[in-house]
């Protein structure tokens, strides 16, 4: 049983695969490319990258130490692919959370607040939206990468609601009315703030069952009459919708 062993050994070259640091590099690689894959796939639809991971993964399972080179081949394969996917993918977040910073700092700009709460608010947020661009930047995979934007998303939100924290503050307090002599208060009219929000948040869905210009008509006129009720409320400068 042991010359069997160590025949079977010879037949798949370990003895020199594990004497060898450079092949072992490019066995760990392989898995590593396969993970890296894997934790990417929900968001590739490049069919020959898909074929080239199969191929990878197979010799991978082989576990011959003489498919090493083809392992190398086909890391080569993988980097050059995947790169170009994950470039383009970056790119996409990267104008996305952009996007989310001029948003935010639009509320800020829009809203009646003192110039140096409006300083303190937008470093704050920039500074913020720059760290989230430097971990997509530094992502290696596609989940990963895209969870920025979710991030980003949940910093506009708790930038807006301190934006509706500092405008209660600046509220001002109730004031006799000399003018008619009645000696009676009236409150100043409360300061308004801009809101931004999805099309998902109006609707409750992200997609319309629409067979006849009836149905079309329904949901718009429930959409509308959401909208304005919010861009109505006494509370409200306008609405930026992202569709």
């Known amino acids: 049983e042991l010359l069997d062993w160590h025949d079977a050994m010879e037949d798949k070259d370990v003895k020199d695969f594990y004497g060898n640091k450079s092949s072992q590099a490019i066995w760990e690689q392989g898995i590593k490319n396969v993970d890296i894959y894997h934790r990417s796939e929900g968001f590739i639809t490049n069919v020959e990258l898909n074929e080239l991971v199969d191929n990878l993964e197979s010799l991978i399972k082989s576990g011959t130490a003489k498919k090493v080179q083809g392992v ?10 995947f790169n170009s996917v994950l470039d383009d993918e970056q790119q996409r977040v990267i104008l996305r959370v952009q996007d989310y910073q001029e948003r935010g700092e639009t509320l800020i700009s829009e809203t009646d607040l003192s110039d140096s709460t409006k300083s303190l608010l937008t470093s704050d947020y920039i500074s913020e939206m720059e760290n989230i661009r430097s971990q997509a930047t530094k992502a290696v995979d596609l989940e990963t990468l895209n ?7 949940s910093k506009l939100k708790q930038l807006m609601a301190k934006v509706q924290s500092e405008v209660a503050k600046q509220q001002v307090p109730p004031v006799t009315n000399q003018d008619e ?3 009676m208060s009236r409150h100043a009219e409360p300061v308004k703030i801009p809101r931004f929000e999805s099309l998902r948040d109006y609707t409750g869905t992200t997609s319309w069952h629409i067979t ?10 429930e959409l509308k009459q959401r909208v304005l009720a919010q861009l109505n409320d006494g509370k409200t400068s306008f609405i930026d919708l992202n569709i």
């Open 72 to 81: 190398k081949a086909k890391n080569e394969e993988f980097s050059n692919l």
């Open 147 to 153: 969870g920025k934007l979710p991030l980003a998303s």
């Open 181 to 183: 002599g009645e000696g």
């Open 212 to 221: 006849s210009e009836s149905d079309l008509d329904e949901q718009l006129a």
